[in-house]
């Protein structure tokens, strides 16, 4: 799949919301605890900006620190990571490959197997509920 690329106006104009496109397009992050949490049951996590599938709901696990947590991206998820130098710190930004969005962090205090918790701005990702399969005659 070719990169996405789109002027700031642009993603302004996709994103609608101000706070989605500073997290995604500048690298802000959300208060902890803020965003209002996803759906229950199966599913995929999208990247708000550009639709592609980064992580499942099976992955999914409540770290308590304040936003999504995730074990691992999918498979063959577009995501990327690169130094982040920013606050002083040294973390590892995570970010969909396809169109640059800042998703967030990843951490290596997460669950086994891989013992990383990916951290993720909620207002990155959109849920994907699985379709359910309805063998009944409405």
């Keep these: 799949m070719a990169k996405i690329k789109k002027t700031e106006a642009e993603w302004r104009d996709t994103l609608g ?6 997290v995604t397009r500048h ?10 949490g996803f759906p ?3 599913g995929v996590f999208r990247c708000t ?3 592609e599938p980064l992580f499942d709901k099976a992955e999914k696990f409540e ?3 304040g936003w999504p947590a995730f074990s691992a991206p ?3 998820a577009p995501v990327a990571e690169k130094v982040d130098t920013s606050h002083g710190m040294r973390r590892t930004e995570v970010l969909c490959a396809n169109c640059d969005a800042h998703l967030g962090h990843v951490f290596p205090d ?7 918790r990916y951290c993720i701005n909620g207002v990155a990702l959109d849920f ?5 399969t309805d063998d009944t005659d409405a």
Excluded: K, M
């Design 49 to 51: 900006c550009c639709g």
């Design 27 to 36: 690298a802000a992050t959300e208060r902890a605890f803020s965003h209002p």
């Design 128 to 132: 994907e509920p699985d379709q359910a």
């Design 74 to 76: 999918r498979d063959t």
């Design 110 to 116: 997460g669950p086994g197997p891989t013992g990383l």
């Design 17 to 22: 919301d101000e706070l989605t496109f500073q």
């Design 63 to 65: 770290s308590g620190c």
């Design 40 to 42: 229950e049951g199966d």
